[in-house]
């Protein structure tokens, strides 16, 4: 039996997974880094304490966590406000920059030299 696509999630499921949410308390942008706080504990929601085992070793951005626990990126953003509001979970915000900055050509060829390479 072949896994069942994001798409074709129940959404029951969904619906008790979130408490019926449809929005996040907190706003996190879905290249920001989580890092576990602390270990699951017993009694924890499972996609939970999926979420806390995945990134305690090293930092994990919102839509890997989405894509490896096959659900929907607004349904993780409400797991991880979940998290972090417990303190489970720490947040690592990518940093801004100007915008009318120009990247540098060195910087851009090494971009188009590492996609090359994929």
Known sequence: MSPR????????????????RTT?????????LVVGAREP???????????????????VSVVELSAELRLPVTVVLIL??????????????????DPREKPSPELLKEVLRGLQTL
């Open 5 to 20: 696509r994001v798409d074709e999630e129940d959404p029951d499921r969904l619906y008790t997974l979130t408490g019926g």
């Open 24 to 32: 996040a308390g907190h706003r996190l942008d879905l290249v920001a």
């Open 41 to 59: 504990h017993p009694g924890m929601p499972s996609e939970q304490a999926r979420i806390l085992r995945l990134c305690a070793a090293t930092p």
């Open 80 to 97: 991880l406000g979940d998290l972090l509001d417990a303190g489970h979970i720490a947040v690592r915000h990518p940093t801004r920059t």
